[in-house]
T-cell receptor
């Protein structure tokens, strides 16, 4: 039983296309995140949702739009893909953003390659 | 600003101890973490320490926290080939409660 699962694992697409990555967690957590890891393995937070509400929105292009239909799901839609969007995108979840340890559990990642 | 610094590479002989160092910026950080990333996988929490502690030991892992210098270290005793991975230091950024990750230290095990 995978705790945080994201699909697809690999995504290869042409520049200019629109694509979505899905994430689901079965841990009963309230908070979910999207991170981007570049080719040098640097990890940067993009978005965070707590109980379907956006709480962290870093300086990410408007082409990236997260959507949380319920607290167990956080999807990432990317419009007009660019070469620089090529990276590994990680979804994560934690019990809550306020108080406590805020230990984050990560999915296995989606490797996006834009050609 | 938000910045967690760690060296990018470390090579250690099998059986020796590995020490990975990290400095962080937010003196109000409540929790500090070490995550491990194996090739092709997501990050996995190894251990964490609360800011009112200065040491935490968990089997082969020892975490030392120097709050005055904002310095965190992870010691892995008796390093094994399975310890080969990227290790990320992270702090819980007090102001808006997000986790800031360092750039990761790639641990390479020499035979």
């Amino acid at each position: 039983d995978t705790a945080v699962s994201q699909t697809p694992k690999y995504l290869v697409t042409q520049m200019g296309n629109d694509k979505s990555i899905k994430c689901e967690q079965n841990l009963g957590h309230d908070t979910m995140y999207w991170y981007k890891q570049d080719s040098k393995k640097f990890l940067k937070i993009m978005f965070s949702y707590n109980n379907k509400e956006l709480i962290i929105n870093e300086t990410v292009p408007n082409r990236f739009s997260p959507k949380s239909p319920d607290k167990a799901h956080l999807n990432l839609h990317i419009n007009s893909l660019e070469l620089g969007d090529s990276a590994v995108y990680f979804c994560a979840s934690s019990q809550g953003a306020g108080g406590g340890k805020n230990i984050q559990y990560f999915g296995a990642g989606t490797r996006l390659s834009v050609l | 600003g938000e910045d967690v610094e760690q060296s990018l590479f470390l090579s250690v002989r099998e059986g020796d101890s590995s020490v990975i160092n990290c400095t962080y910026t937010d003196s109000s950080s409540t929790y500090l973490y070490w995550y491990k990333q194996e090739p092709g996988a997501g990050l996995q929490l190894l251990t964490y320490i609360f800011s009112n502690m200065d040491m935490k030991q968990d089997q082969r892992l020892t975490v030392l926290l120097n709050k005055k210098d904002k310095h965190l270290s992870l010691r892995i005793a008796d390093t094994q080939t399975g310890d080969s991975a990227i290790y990320f230091c992270a702090e819980r950024w007090g102001r808006d409660d997000k986790i800031i990750f360092g750039k990761g230290t790639r641990l390479h095990i020499l035979p």
